[in-house]
């Protein structure tokens, strides 16, 4: 029987040697698969020639947003599945995505809930995930311009799907410092850019509450010590971002 919805895979990938086979493993059920890398100079290229129907481009990165939508605008077919390079789809996400591909579409993007690698393991299931958008009609959707934690926008219906993707981003303590101090940067610039403006009183009093949401609301108490340090880093992020913001205000005047 013949698919309704033909999907085109993409994915962004830069010095992505330890994941990017995983990832391109688990999109081997898509009618199409293309990988934009900005000139990785790891064994990144080497690895992606052991998928044949991989189609690989190159250029220079232009921002996470840009060079996402650049790949999505590659696409063949109307339907995309997007994936960074260090993600992948579950076996259960496959089953499910193949069940989809064979009924009429009841949207025209799909929220698909993500599984994080904290430091040295997996996600307790009883933390609550955050879900992302990646499948998604690409004549009815759109990279939005953020320059970091940059999102699919999608004119139309939006929907759940249960097709869980693993997410490798945060291997270690350190990848997470490093990734903190250039995000919260990025972060700092979009809300000076975008007229926000931080408070002394933001500063001292923002970051316990988001470490208590972390925590607790979003249930990463149930990671144990993994769950404690990641909360805790993620508070600083919070807080570093918004010190970055009031800096900036205070060269501006």
């Known amino acids: 029987m013949p698919k309704i919805n033909s999907v085109s895979a ?10 990017i086979e995983k990832c391109l493993a688990s999109l081997s059920w898509a009618d199409e698969i293309i990988v934009l890398d900005s000139y990785s100079e790891d064994e990144t290229l080497n690895i992606i020639e052991k998928f044949p129907q991989v189609r690989l481009e190159q250029q220079a990165f232009k921002g996470f947003s840009q060079q996402k939508q650049d790949v999505i605008d590659m696409a063949v077919h109307d339907w995309v599945m997007l994936l960074d ?35 040295w393991h997996w996600a307790h299931p009883w933390v609550k995930r955050n879900e992302f958008i990646r499948l998604f009609n690409r004549k009815k959707s759109h990279m939005s311009q953020d320059l970091v934690h940059e999102s699919i926008k999608v004119d139309g219906v939006v929907k759940k799907i249960y097709a869980p993707f693993k997410h490798y981003g945060e291997t270690s303590i350190q990848v997470k410092l490093d990734k903190i101090n250039r995000y919260s940067a990025l972060a700092a610039q979009q809300k000076f850019n975008r007229g926000k403006r931080c408070s002394p009183l933001r500063l001292f009093l923002y970051p316990p509450f988001y470490f208590f949401r972390q925590f607790i609301i979003k249930r990463q108490i149930f990671n144990g010590v993994a769950g404690v340090i990641n909360a805790t ?17 205070q060269n501006k005047d």
């Not at 089953?95 to 009429?104: D, R, S």
């Not at 880093?233 to 205000?249: D, H, I, T, V």
Request: proline content about 5%.
């Open 10 to 19: 993409v994915v962004t990938s830069f010095n992505s040697e330890k994941t």
């Open 85 to 119: 390079a260090d993600e992948c789809l579950t076996p259960k996400a496959i089953t499910q995505l193949g069940k989809w591909q064979n009924k009429p579409a009841k949207a025209d993007g799909y929220n698909l809930p993500r599984i994080e690698w904290v430091f």
């Open 233 to 249: 880093l993620n508070s600083y992020y919070a807080y570093l971002k918004y010190a970055k913001l009031y800096e900036l205000q």
